[in-house]
C-alpha cells in the first residue's frame, strides 16, 4: 500500500496525527504531501516531518489518496476550488466531522470513491478508534486501503454510514468525556486530603488499568464493576451517590446532543 502518495488537505490536528502515524508505520516520506493556508503552519510541518507542503491543486494533481481534515465549515468553499479537478482513479477520504459522503459527492465528479473516517485523537499515541464507512463507488480495495491508512494509529472498525453521527458522538468526541472525569475524581482526590500529583497518578493508572480490563478480559462492565462492588461497602456507597445524581442519564443525554450536532454540522453546510 505504501507505494500509494497520500495528501492530507487541510492538515490540523487531526490531519497531522494521520501524518505522524503513517510515518510511525515506516510509509516514505516522499509519499506523504500536506496543505496549508497559513504559511507559518506549513513552515511547522516541513521542519517537523520533513513533508513537502503544496498547494491544493497540486495536492490533487501528484496524489492518489486525498485525505481531506478541513473544519465542516471550510469543505464547501474547498470543494468549489478542487471538486472539478478530482478525476474518478483517485480516492477520496473524508475527516470532516458530521459531513456525509453526499456532502462530497454533490461537489465532485461522478465515479469518485468517497470513504468516510471519524478517528480521534489517541491517535498521538497509536490507540485511536477510528471507523470507517464506505460511500459511493468505493470497492473493497479502497476499504483495505483506508484501514492500512488508519491501523497504525490504533484499532479499526467498518460501520455503516448511517452510524457515523453516533461514532461521532461516542468515539470521535469520547476522549473528551474521560478526561473531563479524570479531571472531576483528581479533585476529588484533593478534597479527601491527596496531593494533587499523587491524585492524578492514582487515577490515571486506574484509568488505563480498567480501560485494560474491559478490552483483554473479554468481561462485560457489569461484571467487571460487580468485583469490585462489595456488599455494604465504600464502592456501592459511590456508586449510590453517582446514580442519585443522575451520571448515567447525564451520559445519554450528553451523547444525544453530541449527536444531534453532528446532523445540524451536515445541516449546517449541505
Known amino acids: 500500500m505504501t507505494d500509494k502518495t497520500v495528501a492530507v488537505i487541510g492538515a490540523g490536528k487531526i490531519g497531522e496525527l494521520m501524518l505522524s502515524g503513517l510515518l510511525r508505520a515506516g510509509w516514505p516520506v516522499g509519499r506523504l504531501l500536506a496543505t496549508s493556508r497559513r504559511q ?14 503544496v498547494d491544493n491543486l497540486t495536492a490533487v494533481a501528484e496524489a492518489d489518496v486525498l ?30 466531522a458530521g459531513l456525509p459522503t453526499s ?6 465528479q461522478d465515479g469518485v470513491p468517497i470513504v468516510r473516517v471519524m478517528t480521534n ?10 471507523a470507517i464507512s464506505a460511500g459511493p463507488h468505493v470497492t473493497p480495495a479502497h476499504l ?25 458522538a461516542l468515539s470521535g468526541s469520547g476522549p473528551a468525556y474521560f478526561y473531563l472525569l479524570v479531571e472531576a475524581m483528581v479533585d476529588a482526590g484533593i478534597l ?37 462492588t462489595s456488599p455494604a461497602g465504600t464502592t456501592i456507597s459511590a456508586i449510590r451517590e ?19 450536532r453532528a446532523r445540524e454540522l451536515a445541516e449546517q453546510n449541505s
Open 103 to 108: 456532502f462530497f459527492a454533490k461537489r465532485l
Open 144 to 168: 483495505a486501503l483506508a484501514e492500512e491508512m488508519f491501523k497504525p494509529l490504533g484499532a479499526t472498525i467498518r460501520v455503516p454510514e448511517s452510524q457515523q453521527d453516533a461514532v461521532t
Open 192 to 228: 479527601l486530603g491527596l496531593p494533587r500529583q499523587v491524585a492524578h497518578d492514582l487515577i490515571v493508572q486506574t484509568a488505563i488499568g480498567s480501560a485494560v480490563m474491559l478490552r483483554d478480559s473479554g468481561e462485560h462492565p457489569v461484571k467487571l464493576r460487580e468485583a469490585v
Open 121 to 130: 485523537t489517541p491517535a498521538l499515541v497509536d490507540e485511536a478508534m477510528t
Open 242 to 260: 453517582l446514580e442519585n445524581h443522575g451520571v448515567r442519564a447525564a451520559l445519554l443525554a450528553a451523547l444525544e446532543a453530541a449527536r444531534d
Open 67 to 96: 485525505a481531506i481534515s478541513v473544519k465542516p465549515q471550510d469543505a464547501s468553499a474547498l470543494l468549489a476550488d478542487i471538486g472539478p479537478k478530482v478525476p474518478g482513479d483517485k480516492l477520496v477520504i473524508s475527516l470532516c
Open 40 to 53: 507559518e503552519r506549513a513552515d511547522e510541518l516541513r521542519q517537523r516531518y520533513g513533508v513537502r507542503v
